[in-house]
């Protein structure tokens, strides 16, 4: 299998904007306008990510404006309600917080925002400290690589090992992202596997597969 450079340290954003549990909402209003962020992470004093503070969070307390004091406090069992009354970071995060380890690989980050519907993750080590923040659009900078460096992969990382011997005979074409392979190979089933490692690198659109076997062999192209 090919082993993709590509892993969230590789391109998360650092440094991050981040606040102390005991941020006051004043502060975290600030914040979040000040960095142009919609969210951050909110941390321990060993700088451990304990949740993550958002403008949905702080606009509880506008949402229930209009309410008495007294009422808020007698709803404090919702959540709503509760970050309504609530006035530092402790207390209007969403804990625990949803976070990624720098190794984790792009696919791996891409598929827990999709299931959780979030647009970004606080990035930590083996101890949970902070180290890095990645959102969906740090995801899809793989998709900037050139299409010689996508070509070259796929040529090291898939053709050279699936074809040990008979690799010469694939050429390896990228075009906008989109990967072609072209000519004859003798070993017809393993094809579809280099069809199928090619998708794997990093920054492929698509994969387009017209190998072949040689006229001596069983049959037409391979599709």
Known sequence: MPRSPY??????TTPVVAVQAGAGFKEIADTLKRWQVTAMPVLDGERRVIGVVSEAD????EEFHDRPPGMIDQMRGL???????????GDLMSAPALTVHAEATLPQAARIMAHNRVKRLPVVDGDGVLRGVVSRSDLLKVFLRTDDDIADEVRREVIDRVFPVS???????????????????PERDLIPLAQRLAH??????????????????????VI
């Open 167 to 185: 690799h010469r005979g694939v050429q390896v074409t990228v075009g906008e992202g989109v990967v072609t392979l072209t000519g004859t190979v």
């Open 200 to 221: 794997t690198v990093e920054g492929v659109v698509a994969v387009e597969c017209v190998l072949g076997v040689p006229p001596y062999g069983s049959g037409a192209p």
């Open 79 to 89: 959540d709503r309600t509760a970050k309504a009354g609530a006035i530092v970071a």
């Open 7 to 12: 892993t969230v340290g590789k391109v998360m």
């Open 58 to 61: 702080l606009l509880a307390k």
